[in-house]
């Protein structure tokens, strides 16, 4: 019975999944994550199901021999490095093709929390604030019509220009290639990311989070954007810089900000991002739906099943040569 780590309470059949295979999921009671506690209870254990704040480095790898998967219940996996990974022989996957939409429903949801004021109008409502209905209240941007630009059209960037069109919204894009189909179909022009910030009324952040794409959103990108533009990130926090996204909110450089991530995580909660009226903050929920983490909850499930069997997993992102046996 192969003992499998698992670093939170999870949604679904991933547990069953892995008992019905022989398995012994161990699964870490707290509703934090397991943080300096990790190492130790990765010992003996044949495979780690993890989230993507379980920082997973090469030395906890390398110190534990029997570890031969670390399945990330997550499409983004920069909180391991599976090239490390790899030379230790460990397989890292994620979770690919399950969440797209609804992180993209988000995404347009927090885009229009942001235009609309929906969050900061309820607090005001909540504060007794509602004494008439006013022709200068809460005036927003209007959504239709309006440009959106995709930083980064994969698989989410995809989906959220899908539901822009619905809305009948110019759409650009800035990727390092060209995608002929998505760009056909959405009628979604590619232009540089100097061109996309000159030109856009919301920004929508997809990148994953890699050396390139680390600080991608800086103090020169926030000031090459429209002064009425709504930056929007569902990718990684790191991939704007937090700073210069302050101090452009102050100086009223840009019209606001959609925050589904920050950095760091947990955003403290004296971090200048709370005193703006102009920017909505989630905690980190775009992919969270019953539906949606129960499936990437059984898909990281399936890729230790796999590794266990001795076969390739069905979402790899490293190749380890050899894999541990
Ligand atoms: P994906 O399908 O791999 O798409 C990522 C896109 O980013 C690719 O099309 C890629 O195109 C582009 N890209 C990569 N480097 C770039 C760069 N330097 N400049 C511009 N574009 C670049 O990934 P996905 O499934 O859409 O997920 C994207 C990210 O969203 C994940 O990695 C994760 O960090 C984040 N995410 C967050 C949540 C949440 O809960 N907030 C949920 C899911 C995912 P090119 O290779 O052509 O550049
Ligand atoms: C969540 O952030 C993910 O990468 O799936």
Redesign the pocket.
């Known amino acids: 019975m192969a003992r499998v780590f698992v670093t939170r309470t999870i949604p679904g059949r991933a547990l069953e999944m892995l008992r019905e295979a022989g398995h012994d999921p161990d699964v870490w009671p707290g509703e934090l994550p397991p943080g300096d506690a990790l190492p130790v209870r990765l010992e003996g254990a044949a495979a780690a199901l993890t989230m993507?704040v379980d920082r997973i480095e090469p030395a906890v790898l390398a110190a534990n021999r029997g570890l031969r998967i670390v399945a990330n219940m997550?499409?983004?996996?920069?909180n391991i490095d599976p090239r490390a990974a790899a030379e230790l022989g460990v397989w890292v996957t994620n979770t690919?093709g399950v969440?797209?939409e609804?992180?993209a429903d988000?995404?347009f949801a927090l885009l229009m929390a942001a235009a609309r004021h929906v969050a900061l109008s309820d607090r005001d409502t909540r504060a007794g604030g509602w004494r008439t209905w006013s022709p200068t209240g809460f005036l927003g941007r209007d959504i239709h019509g309006a440009t959106l630009g995709i930083?980064?059209?994969?698989?989410?960037?995809?989906?959220m220009a899908r539901r822009a069109t619905g809305f009948g919204m110019k759409l650009l894009h800035?990727?390092?290639?060209?995608?002929p189909a998505a760009e056909h179909a959405l009628g979604i022009e590619r232009v540089t990311?100097a061109e996309l910030l000159a030109r856009c009324d919301f920004v929508s952040l997809?990148?994953?989070?890699?050396a390139?794409?680390r600080g991608?959103i800086g103090a020169a990108e926030l000031a090459a954007m429209k002064p009425t533009a709504i930056l929007v990130n569902?990718?990684?926090g790191q991939?704007v810089d937090q700073d210069a996204l302050i101090a452009a909110l102050r100086a009223n450089r840009i019209g606001g900000a959609a925050l589904?991530?920050t950095d760091p995580e947990p955003l403290p909660l004296d971090s200048p991002l709370f005193s703006f009226a102009n920017v909505v903050i989630t905690p980190?929920?775009?992919?969270?739906s019953h539906a949606t983490r129960a499936r990437m909850a059984e898909m990281a499930a399936a890729n230790i099943i796999a590794v266990l069997a001795g076969r390739e997993p069905p979402n790899p992102v490293n190749r380890p040569t050899p894999p541990r046996a």
């Open positions: 993507v997550a499409v983004g996996y920069d690919p969440l797209a609804t992180t988000h995404a930083v980064g059209l994969g698989e989410i960037g995809t989906a800035a990727s390092r290639t060209s995608k990311l997809h990148t994953p989070l890699t390139e794409t991608l569902t990718a990684r991939v589904d991530v980190h929920i775009a992919s969270a």
